[in-house]
C-alpha cells in the first residue's frame, strides 16, 4: 500500500473470547513511519483523516508536533494537532513522547487524547509504536485508531469501550497466525520489498498488535483487503469471523456491512487511482501512472502492453486486434524483489501474443479474464506459447486477471495483473474493480494518445513550412534557429526565410502569427508563400506589406501577425526594411563591434488594415551583421521587453567563429529563465558586400551582332578572374540569354552584368515586359531550345519583372 492509502483493519476473533466484541469489524488505521532525525517520512491517508494534517504537510515535519505528545495546541490550526492536555490510559510501555524522542528500544502502546485541530472534538486515540533497526533510515512505526469508530461502527457500548486498551502479543498464539503475517506487510506505505519485510520481521518479532479487552482477551489488529464475494468462501468468512454466540440476524448484518465496506473501500481506491493518473498529458509519464496505480494495493504485479500505433501516437488504430497484431511491453510494476522480471519479460520488448492464451483472448473480445490461480498445466501452457521463456517459476500459482484498455469501443491495449500465490485471489468483484481502473486508464492513454498525435501532426506540418536555408547567398553569410515553445502541442506560428533576388540581392524575412497551435502554423505557410511569391517579382518591402495586409483581412479577422521585410544590395551596401509591427532588428557594425537597435518606422501588424507601412534605407558595410528574431526570444514574464532587447544587443555584439556559434552564443544568453512558452525564430546574416573588382557589367544594342560582342566580354573577363574553366559554359548560356533579349524583348537597351562570388551570377535585363518560359519543342524546330539549354546547364536560372523591363539571371557553378 502506498503511503497516501488508508487502511482499514480487522479485528479477528481473540482466542477464547466468544463476546460480542469479538465480532469481525473494520475501522481505518493510521500509519506512520518516523526517521532517524525525528522527522516523518510516510504519512498514510489514514493519518491524514485522523490527525487532520494533509500528507505534504506532514511529510518532513517533525513527528512530535504532529502525534499525540504533550504540548500546547499551536496557535495557528495549520501546524497540525498538538495537544493542550490529554488523558493517557494504563498500557504497556511508556508514553508515546519516549518513543518519539528515541528513548525505547521497546515496543509500546497506550491511548491519549487528542484535540483535532480543524473539528475541535477530543478524539479517542489508540496507537503502538515500534522501534526499528536497519540500514535505512526509518527508527519508529506509529499505528493509530480512533477508539470513537468502534462505538460508533461496532456499537459498542462506553463500558467496553473503556475497557479496551492496546497491546501486544505473540502472532503464534492468535488464530490464524499465518494468514495475519502474510496480510500484516499491506498496512505498510509502499517502501519496496526489502525494506517491507524487515520492518514486519521486527514487528512480529516485538509483537503483534492487539486490543486487550481483559487480560484473557485480546483482539488482533489484521489489514484485510476485501470480502470473498462467492457464496462457498462468503460462508466459511463469516463463520470464522462471528462467534458462535452471535445470532443469526447479527452473522447477518455483519456480513452486509463487511460487503458494503468492502465496496466503500474499491471507491475509494477508484477515486484515488483517477486523481492519480493523467496529470500529464505525455505518453509515457501517463503510462507508468497507469501501471503503478495497480501496485501494491490490488496487485502485486502489473504489466501494460500496448498497441505500436498508439506508443508511435499516430491516428487511432484500425480495426480489432488479431494475432498479427504487434504489441509493446511499455511498462511493468511489482514488489517481488528487484531484478525478478527483468529478464523474462523487459521493458520494450514488441511481440504478437499467440492466439491460444488468455491475453490473446482479452485483446480480441475486449472483456476482462480472469484466472482464480494459475495452476501447472496452465502455466506450461502459457509458458510454451513464448519461445525461450520459462514463465512457470513467476506465474504458477498466482492469481491473474487481464483487463482490457480501451476508448471509444477500440482496445488500446491491455494490463497484466497478478497476486502472489499467499495473497487473496481476484474474485468477481475484483474483475469489476479491475474493469473500471482499465476503463479510467483507457480514457487517460487516449486523451495522452491524441495529444501526442496532434503534437506529432503540428509539428511535422511546421517542420514542412520552415525553409531550408542555404548557409551561403550572394554577398551574405546565413544562420537560423528555431525552437518550439511549451504550448499547445509545441507548434506556432514563428517563420524566418531568405529569398535570392535579381541583382545578387537577398531578402531577409521574420515573421510572427499571433497565437499558437494548428490555426497559427497553417497562417504562417499562407503568409511565408504569399511573401515569396511576391518577393520573386521584386515587389518593395512597404508595398509587399500592404499587399501581406490586404491578404490577411481577406482570409479573416483572426489573422493578425507582424513582419520585418528586409532587403539586402551587396553591390551598393544598402538595406532597405520596411516593419509591420515585429521588433526591431540589431545591426552589429564591423568596424567597432558596437550593436544597435536600428530605429525603424514600427507600422501596424499585418491584418489590422488601413495603416501605411514605410521604408527605411540602411547603410552597411562589409562583415556587419543584422540579427531579427521573434519576440518569444526576448520577452519575459513579468520583466520588461527593453531588458529583452538590451540583452539581445549585448549577446548579438559577442565575438564568433562561425555564424552557428554566434546563434548558439545568443540562445545560450537569452534562455536563462526556464521553458519558453512561446516559440523562437532567430535568422542571423552577415553581410559581407560584394568587392568592386567582383563586378562587370556591359550595355549591349538591340542588334543580333551583340551577342557575339558579348561571348567575347564574357571570356575576357573570366580569364581576368582566372576561370578559364568556366569560359565554354558561360559563353553558351550568355549567347542563349542575349538571343532571346534580342529577339522577343521590345525596347533600345540591353544590359550584361557579371557577378563573382561563391558562383558566377550572370544578368541579363531588357526592357520587354513579358517573362520567358520554358516550351516543349521537337528536334526540328529552331526555336525554343534557349531556356532549355539554360536550365539543363545552369545551377539555378529565373526571371523578374522591374519597373519597365525585366531580367533574366542564371547561376553558374565554378569548380575549385
Not at 101 to 114: L, M, W
Not at 706 to 734: K, P, S, Y
Request: glycine share 10%; net charge negative.
Amino acid at each position: 500500500m502506498d503511503h497516501g492509502t488508508e487502511t482499514d483493519v480487522h479485528f479477528g476473533r481473540a482466542p477464547g473470547g466468544g463476546s460480542a466484541r469479538a465480532d469481525a469489524g473494520r475501522i481505518p488505521l493510521a500509519v506512520v513511519v518516523v526517521d532517524r532525525d525525528g522527522l516523518v517520512s510516510h504519512w498514510s491517508t489514514g493519518a491524514r483523516r485522523l490527525f487532520g494534517t494533509a500528507r505534504e504537510d506532514a511529510v518532513g515535519r517533525a513527528a512530535v508536533d504532529l502525534l499525540p505528545v504533550s504540548g500546547a495546541l499551536p496557535e495557528d490550526p495549520d501546524d497540525g494537532p498538538t495537544l493542550d492536555a490529554y488523558d493517557v490510559y494504563d498500557g504497556l510501555g511508556p508514553g508515546l513522547g519516549a518513543s518519539l524522542g528515541g528513548r525505547t528500544a521497546y515496543p509500546a502502546a497506550g491511548r491519549a487524547r487528542v484535540a483535532h485541530p480543524r473539528q475541535g472534538d477530543r478524539l479517542d486515540v489508540l496507537w503502538w509504536a515500534y522501534p526499528l533497526v536497519g540500514p535505512d533510515s526509518a527508527r519508529l512505526l506509529v499505528l493509530a485508531a480512533d477508539a470513537a469508530r468502534l462505538h460508533a461502527e461496532r456499537g459498542y457500548d462506553d463500558e467496553l469501550i473503556e475497557r479496551i486498551s492496546p497491546g501486544f502479543a505473540r502472532h503464534t498464539e492468535l488464530p490464524d497466525a499465518e494468514g495475519l503475517a502474510r496480510r500484516l506487510p499491506e498496512i505498510l506505505p509502499n517502501m519496496g520489498p526489502g525494506r517491507s519485510a524487515r520492518i514486519i520481521s521486527q514487528v512480529l518479532e516485538l509483537g503483534y498488535p492487539v486490543l486487550e479487552f481483559s487480560q484473557f482477551d485480546r483482539v488482533p489488529v489484521t489489514p484485510d483487503w476485501g470480502v470473498p464475494r462467492r457464496a462457498d468462501r462468503g460462508a466459511a468468512a463469516t463463520a470464522a469471523r462471528t462467534p458462535a454466540v452471535l445470532p443469526a440476524a447479527a452473522a447477518a448484518g455483519t456480513e452486509s456491512e463487511l460487503e458494503y465496506a468492502a465496496v466503500r473501500e474499491r471507491l475509494e481506491f477508484l477515486n484515488e487511482v483517477s486523481r492519480g493518473i493523467g496529470s500529464s498529458l505525455d505518453l509515457g509519464a501517463t503510462i507508468r501512472e497507469v501501471t503503478s496505480a495497480a501496485v501494491p494495493r490490488f496487485a502485486d504485479f502489473a504489466g501494460t502492453h500496448l498497441r505500436a500505433a498508439v506508443l508511435a501516437g499516430e491516428d487511432f488504430p484500425d480495426g480489432p486486434p488479431d494475432a498479427q497484431t504487434v504489441m509493446h511491453r511499455v511498462w511493468v510494476e511489482h514488489n517481488d524483489a528487484p531484478g525478478r522480471w527483468d529478464d523474462t519479460v523487459p521493458v520494450g520488448e514488441t511481440f504478437a501474443f499467440p492466439e491460444h492464451t488468455p491475453f490473446y483472448r482479452c485483446m480480441v473480445t475486449g472483456e476482462p479474464v480472469l484466472i482464480e490461480r494459475v495452476n501447472p498445466e496452465l502455466s506450461e501452457r502459457i509458458s510454451g506459447e513464448f519461445e525461450k521463456r520459462d514463465l512457470r517459476p513467476l506465474i504458477t500459482g498466482r492469481s491473474l486477471l487481464i483487463v482490457p484498455l480501451k476508448a471509444r469501443n477500440v482496445v488500446l491495449g491491455f494490463m497484466v495483473l497478478m497476486r502472489r500465490p499467499d495473497r487473496a485471489a481476484f474474485d468477481d468483484m475484483d474483475r469489476t474493480t479491475g474493469a473500471e481502473l482499465a476503463a479510467r486508464a483507457g480514457l487517460v492513454l487516449d486523451n495522452a494518445r491524441m495529444y501526442t498525435y496532434q503534437e506529432n501532426v503540428a509539428e511535422t506540418l511546421q517542420d514542412s513550412m520552415l525553409p531550408q536555408v542555404a548557409p551561403r547567398m550572394a554577398g551574405c553569410d546565413t544562420a537560423t534557429r528555431y525552437l518550439p515553445g511549451t504550448r499547445l502541442g509545441r507548434v506556432g506560428g514563428d517563420w524566418f526565410d531568405t529569398i535570392k533576388l535579381p541583382g545578387a540581392r537577398t531578402a531577409l524575412v521574420v515573421g510572427d502569427v499571433m497565437g499558437h497551435g494548428l490555426n497559427s502554423a497553417a497562417m504562417m505557410g499562407q503568409l511565408r508563400t504569399a511573401v515569396q511569391t511576391m518577393a520573386a517579382m521584386e515587389v518593395p518591402p512597404a508595398q509587399l506589406l500592404r499587399h501581406l495586409d490586404d491578404l490577411a483581412r481577406r482570409l479573416g479577422e483572426t489573422y493578425l501577425a507582424t513582419c520585418l521585410y528586409a532587403v539586402y544590395d551587396p553591390i551598393h551596401g544598402e538595406l532597405r526594411i520596411s516593419n509591420a509591427g515585429h521588433i526591431p532588428p540589431v545591426l552589429v557594425r564591423a568596424e567597432d563591434g558596437r550593436s544597435e537597435l536600428l530605429d525603424l518606422p514600427t507600422g501596424a501588424p499585418i491584418g489590422i488594415g488601413g495603416v501605411p507601412f514605410e521604408t527605411a534605407v540602411v547603410r552597411v558595410a562589409p562583415g556587419d551583421r543584422l540579427v531579427l528574431c521573434t519576440d518569444g526570444l526576448v520577452e519575459v514574464r513579468g520583466a520588461d521587453i527593453g531588458d529583452g532587447l538590451a540583452a539581445l544587443c549585448e549577446s548579438a555584439a559577442h565575438p564568433a567563429a562561425s555564424m552557428d556559434d554566434a546563434c548558439d552564443t545568443i540562445i545560450r544568453a537569452l534562455n536563462t529563465h526556464g521553458e519558453r512558452k512561446d516559440d523562437v525564430a532567430l535568422l542571423l546574416a552577415r553581410l559581407n558586400g560584394i568587392p568592386a573588382g567582383h563586378i562587370a557589367e556591359w550595355p549591349l544594342d538591340h542588334d543580333p551582332r551583340e551577342v557575339g560582342r558579348a561571348r567575347r566580354l564574357v571570356r575576357e573577363q573570366l580569364l581576368r578572374w582566372d576561370l578559364a574553366d568556366a569560359v565554354e559554359t558561360a559563353q553558351l548560356l550568355v549567347s542563349e540569354v542575349v538571343t532571346n533579349a534580342v529577339r522577343h524583348a521590345g525596347g533600345r537597351r540591353i544590359g550584361l552584368r557579371l557577378v563573382l562570388a561563391d558562383a558566377l551570377l550572370v544578368e541579363v535585363t531588357d526592357e520587354g515586359a513579358e517573362l520567358p518560359a520554358l516550351l516543349a519543342s521537337r528536334p526540328e524546330e529552331e526555336y525554343g531550345r534557349g531556356l532549355r539549354v539554360v536550365s539543363r546547364l545552369a545551377r539555378e536560372w529565373g526571371a523578374s519583372v522591374q519597373g519597365n523591363g525585366k531580367t533574366v539571371w542564371f547561376e553558374q557553378s565554378l569548380t575549385s
